[in-house]
């Protein structure tokens, strides 16, 4: 004998509101590309790497370079290599050239 409502054994229908997951049809998804996927990849990262190599290059030029070449050839602008020289003698600091 059966009792009213649903069979033995027989699961019970799925209620909608139990927060069953909605299913969509796999026409509607996009297909994961499987091939190629490295070489897209690394063109990406390659002209990355290329922008910021010229970027950290040029940053260097303008503002380590191009000061130091400045301090260097205002150094060389007021050097006086025998003034230094005599400087050097006087307080002993070589051997070869005795202070007298």
Same mark, same amino acid.
């Given at each position: 004998?059966? #009792?009213? $409502?649903?069979?033995? *054994? %027989?699961?019970? %229908?799925?209620?909608?509101? @139990? *927060?069953?997951p ?13 091939? *190629? @996927? @490295?070489?897209?990849?690394?063109? =990406? !990262?390659?002209? $990355?790497? =290329? @922008? &910021? #190599?010229? $970027?950290? %290059?040029?940053?260097?030029?303008f503002?380590v370079?191009?000061p130091?070449?400045r ?6 602008? !007021?050097?006086?290599? &025998? ?8 307080? *002993?600091?070589?051997? #070869?050239?005795?202070?007298?």
């Amino acid at each position: 004998m059966r #009792s009213s $409502g649903a069979a033995a *054994g %027989a699961r019970p %229908a799925a209620r909608k509101d @139990l *927060g069953n997951p909605v299913t969509m049809p796999a026409a509607l998804l996009p297909k994961p590309q499987m091939r *190629g @996927l @490295l070489a897209r990849r690394m063109k =990406f !990262h390659l002209l $990355g790497a =290329f @922008l &910021v #190599s010229v $970027g950290c %290059a040029t940053l260097y030029k303008f503002a380590v370079a191009e000061p130091r070449k400045r301090a260097y050839a205002e150094f060389y602008r !007021h050097y006086d290599p &025998v003034k230094d020289f005599e400087a050097m003698k006087a307080a *002993g600091v070589l051997e #070869s050239a005795p202070a007298k």
